[in-house]
């Protein structure tokens, strides 16, 4: 399902002492599909366009085509339910939001509001739990005893059982440890091919930009700057610069290697494409069998 | 230099829990006042429940914790916390002023600085921050990493003698994290600051001047960064990244090349790099 931003313009507390302009003149389409990341820097309008993805905001003045249903300022609040099925949030640290008593009872609570019975919801979680690669013996556990990595995987299966058409995910591996947050990764990546979902991702990590989204949404000030390939967007480092993004580590690493006089056809985004450059410009003494202390 | 916090066979579990399962086993260590200790290990190893015995939030099941002279104790806390500033990763959980300023001027209140000196370091703190403009906002409505420098401002304004950082860093961006630890390493130039940080961010490591691994609540190794970060493909086990050089290694080894086996900075890897290349 693709989502459409029409001169979207969207004000915080409009006509009181707090008003910000957070989202200005944005034009922007999410492919159905798609991996999407969006990235900007700190407060750049980020979370509030994603909040616009499924309604929770409607946008001060223009129109969010989400589907076949627009969004406008005039839209009532009514009937924005079967929206908020389709389009999946999963906000930060969203382990939070768990309050039932058991893990089952927990993943279940989506579904059952949506008037689906409380067997067939249990059976959903059960599902559920599985495909976020926990194990069934939790089902009955309280949330509150599973570690934190754990609890977000049981928040994601929450919303995964209103099985969403796009999965919306907000920094969704802060907090974890590395090999937590590579799981959580490559959890996604496998939900997106399973489940043949639409995802985007909010990060500040761009390795994960590089290693896993196909098109990525750039914004600065409410505005959105850029739209592009992984590969668009990374080939022009100052840019990023200028508006306070960061590169994968691989790329900024091949920049340090081109002021010393190496040259890269393309700027590569991952190691394993940076290994493959540099084969070709290493001597052939530099090969033989695995590491060794310097000769 | 002479021992700010000194930690003596610490053993913690919290009230859940049965007489020999505990969350911290025999954790001695010492930091030294000015140094900067980073304390690393996976989720769930222990750190933050160390964080909080070190300024008495929660209270340990046996040994000795030592601030500034002083062993922690029911009568000794509250002169303790005026030592330590602590930062979480979710600053939700501290936010306590209307405005960010205010925020920023409680602690100054509480200590009873002068008004016309609290303003000016409230707003020396946001500004270094960068801040400044949102003094007038409500913290509840920032982003998560304009959060985490408020709380930080917090702290500059306060000016403790400890700062821990409980991945405080976590949703920052990586150039606003490279400034925050800037921020930091200033500070504790200007001001003999110690610095505790419990982080899964290998520059907030890097920036340590020792660093302590906790795994499944023991103290397992210590030792500079570098000594560290010689354990390359381990160091996930850790709880920490591989630096990027490791990294980048184990690919150029999957592509037959020859590497060395000691720990490379990225700019020791840049330099083989280029040697190696202009022999062709």
């Not at chain 2, 602690?107 to 008004?115: M, S």
């Given at each position: 399902?693709?989502?459409?931003?029409?001169?979207?313009?969207?004000?915080?507390?409009?006509?009181?002492?707090?008003?910000?302009?957070?989202?200005?003149?944005?034009?922007?389409?999410?492919?159905?599909?798609?991996?999407?990341?969006?990235?900007?820097?700190?407060?750049?309008?980020?979370?509030?366009?994603?909040?616009?993805?499924?309604?929770?905001?409607?946008?001060?003045?223009?129109?969010?085509?989400?589907?076949?249903?627009?969004?406008?300022?005039?839209?009532?609040?009514?009937?924005?339910?079967?929206?908020?099925?389709?389009?999946?949030?999963?906000?930060?640290?969203?382990?939070?939001?768990?309050?039932?008593?058991?893990?089952?009872?927990?993943?279940?609570?989506?579904?059952?509001?949506?008037?689906?019975?409380?067997?067939?919801?249990?059976?959903?979680?059960?599902?559920?739990?599985?495909?976020?690669?926990?194990?069934?013996?939790?089902?009955?556990?309280?949330?509150?005893?599973?570690?934190?990595?754990?609890?977000?995987?049981?928040?994601?299966?929450?919303?995964?059982?209103?099985?969403?058409?796009?999965?919306?995910?907000?920094?969704?591996?802060?907090?974890?440890?590395?090999?937590?947050?590579?799981?959580?990764?490559?959890?996604?990546?496998?939900?997106?091919?399973?489940?043949?979902?639409?995802?985007?991702?909010?990060?500040?990590?761009?390795?994960?930009?590089?290693?896993?989204?196909?098109?990525?949404?750039?914004?600065?000030?409410?505005?959105?700057?850029?739209?592009?390939?992984?590969?668009?967007?990374?080939?022009?480092?100052?840019?990023?610069?200028?508006?306070?993004?960061?590169?994968?580590?691989?790329?900024?690493?091949?920049?340090?290697?081109?002021?010393?006089?190496?040259?890269?056809?393309?700027?590569?985004?991952?190691?394993?494409?940076?290994?493959?450059?540099?084969?070709?410009?290493?001597?052939?003494?530099?090969?033989?069998?695995?590491?060794?202390?310097?000769? | 230099?002479?021992?700010?916090?000194?930690?003596?066979?610490?053993?913690?579990?919290?009230?859940?829990?049965?007489?020999?399962?505990?969350?911290?086993?025999?954790?001695?260590?010492?930091?030294?006042?000015?140094?900067?200790?980073?304390?690393?290990?996976?989720?769930?190893?222990?750190?933050?429940?160390?964080?909080?015995?070190?300024?008495?939030?929660?209270?340990?099941?046996s040994g000795t914790i030592t601030v500034d002279g002083e062993v922690l104790s029911e009568d000794t806390v509250w002169n303790i916390r005026k030592k330590i500033g602590m930062v979480f990763q979710n600053p939700d959980n501290q936010f306590v002023g209307a405005t960010v300023a205010d925020d920023v001027a409680f602690g100054l209140e509480n200590q009873g600085v002068p008004r016309d000196e609290m303003l000016?370091?409230?707003?020396?703190?946001?500004?270094?921050?960068?801040?400044?403009?949102?003094?007038?906002?409500?913290?509840?409505?920032?982003?998560?990493?304009?959060?985490?420098?408020?709380?930080?401002?917090?702290?500059?304004?306060?000016?403790?003698?400890?700062?821990?950082?409980?991945?405080?860093?976590?949703?920052?961006?990586?150039?606003?994290?490279a400034e925050v630890l800037q921020t930091i390493q200033a500070m504790k130039v200007a001001g003999n600051l110690t610095v505790l940080s419990i982080t899964h961010d290998i520059d907030e490591a890097a920036s340590a001047n020792r660093v302590l691994v906790v795994n499944d609540g023991e103290l397992k190794e210590e030792g500079t960064p570098a000594e560290i970060f010689r354990h390359g493909p381990e160091l996930?086990?850790?709880?920490?990244?591989?630096?990027?050089?490791?990294?980048?290694?184990?690919?150029?080894?999957?592509?037959?090349?020859?590497?060395?086996?000691?720990?490379?900075?990225?700019?020791?890897?840049?330099?083989?790099?280029?040697?190696?290349?202009?022999?062709?």
């Amino acid at each position: 399902m693709a989502i459409e931003f029409k001169q979207v313009d969207f004000t915080y507390q409009p006509g009181t002492p707090f008003e910000t302009k957070a989202l200005a003149d944005i034009n922007v389409t999410i492919p159905t599909g798609s991996y999407t990341a969006l990235i900007g820097h700190t407060g750049s309008g980020k979370s509030t366009l994603l909040q616009h993805l499924n309604a929770l905001l409607k946008p001060t003045s223009g129109t969010v085509l989400i589907g076949d249903r627009e969004i406008t300022p005039a839209t009532s609040n009514k009937d924005l339910k079967s929206l908020r099925r389709k389009v999946g949030i999963v906000f930060q640290f969203p382990e939070s939001q768990l309050f039932e008593e058991t893990v089952a009872k927990d993943i279940a609570f989506g579904p059952q509001n949506f008037g689906v019975s409380e067997a067939d919801a249990l059976k959903t979680a059960a599902d559920m739990l599985d495909l976020v690669g926990l194990p069934a013996t939790l089902l009955d556990r309280s949330p509150f005893d599973l570690s934190g990595g754990q609890m977000r995987r049981v928040a994601i299966a929450g919303v995964l059982a209103m099985q969403p058409q796009v999965l919306v995910l907000d920094e969704p591996t802060a907090g974890l440890d590395p090999q937590g947050r590579l799981d959580m990764m490559e959890m996604f990546a496998q939900l997106r091919h399973d489940q043949d979902l639409t995802v985007v991702l909010v990060t500040h990590q761009m390795d994960d930009v590089a290693n896993y989204a196909d098109h990525v949404i750039v914004m600065d000030q409410g505005r959105v700057v850029k739209t592009g390939t992984p590969r668009d967007v990374f080939q022009d480092p100052e840019w990023l610069l200028k508006h306070q993004l960061g590169l994968p580590k691989t790329t900024a690493f091949a920049r340090q290697l081109v002021q010393k006089g190496l040259h890269f056809d393309q700027l590569p985004l991952t190691e394993d494409e940076l290994a493959a450059d540099l084969v070709a410009q290493l001597p052939a003494s530099a090969f033989g069998g695995g590491s060794t202390d310097d000769e | 230099m002479s021992q700010i916090i000194d930690v003596a066979h610490l053993n913690y579990r919290y009230p859940q829990q049965s007489a020999d399962d505990l969350t911290l086993k025999d954790i001695s260590f010492s930091v030294a006042a000015g140094e900067w200790v980073a304390i690393v290990g996976h989720n769930g190893s222990g750190k933050s429940t160390l964080a909080k015995n070190l300024n008495g939030l929660l209270a340990p099941a046996s040994g000795t914790i030592t601030v500034d002279g002083e062993v922690l104790s029911e009568d000794t806390v509250w002169n303790i916390r005026k030592k330590i500033g602590m930062v979480f990763q979710n600053p939700d959980n501290q936010f306590v002023g209307a405005t960010v300023a205010d925020d920023v001027a409680f602690g100054l209140e509480n200590q009873g600085v002068p008004r016309d000196e609290m303003l000016a370091r409230v707003a020396a703190a946001l500004k270094q921050v960068n801040m400044s403009d949102f003094a007038t906002r409500e913290p509840a409505r920032l982003s998560g990493g304009q959060k985490q420098r408020v709380a930080l401002a917090g702290m500059i304004a306060a000016q403790p003698q400890i700062l821990i950082l409980d991945e405080a860093t976590s949703m920052l961006d990586p150039r606003g994290r490279a400034e925050v630890l800037q921020t930091i390493q200033a500070m504790k130039v200007a001001g003999n600051l110690t610095v505790l940080s419990i982080t899964h961010d290998i520059d907030e490591a890097a920036s340590a001047n020792r660093v302590l691994v906790v795994n499944d609540g023991e103290l397992k190794e210590e030792g500079t960064p570098a000594e560290i970060f010689r354990h390359g493909p381990e160091l996930i086990k850790m709880g920490l990244d591989m630096p990027y050089a490791e990294r980048l290694k184990a690919a150029l080894k999957r592509q037959g090349v020859q590497v060395p086996a000691d720990y490379l900075t990225e700019k020791g890897m840049a330099d083989w790099l280029w040697q190696l290349s202009s022999n062709k």
